[in-house]
């Protein structure tokens, strides 16, 4: 029996724990005497504490999100205010076989958010095509606007993938906090 398999004990002492939590201001005051780690800090997690907008408690708050086809811009989708995506009709077409890319505009408030996600599923005629998820990366609390881009991806091309297509959009992280899901239609088209 290799090391590798399960003998039913306890695997307990072999499962990651998560370290205790800590804020930004409490990483930044530890070690105060090391000048050097204090600069580093300073550069990797920021003055302290921001707040971007004061009414709204999520640590990440998506503006926007740019549909980019062949390194340039086609849609652009204010994604600020999430009430007004539960009915709405987000619908973006891309021509068959094009490069295209998905990019993020956000605000990190109040602490870092660590691993930051993109997730979408994909359905046409109700069944599931393309599950995806990408890693959007860990990002401290800052006043300006961060950005993710997506990997480029292909748009499928042939006359049996040309059509209406529903996407189901997450942007979670690691502690499975969702700060914004919607819906989107996708059009793959001929021209």
Known sequence: MSDHENTGENTSEYQYKQPPQKSIDELLNADKEDESLKVYKAKLLGQGTVIVDEKNPLRVIVR???????????????LSDPAKLVNSDLSVSIKEGSNYRLSFAFHVQREI?????????????GITVENEKYMMGSYAPKLEIQEYKSPNEEAPSG?????????????????????????????????
């Open 64 to 78: 926007s999100v740019e549909l980019l086809i062949n390194g340039k811009t086609a849609q652009s989708f204010d």
């Open 113 to 125: 958010t660590s691993g930051l996600h993109y997730k979408h599923k994909v359905k046409r005629s």
């Open 159 to 191: 006359m049996m993938h040309r059509g209406k297509y529903k996407v189901y959009s997450k942007i979670t992280d690691d502690d499975n906090n969702v700060y914004l899901d919607w819906q989107w239609t996708l059009h793959i088209t001929k021209e």
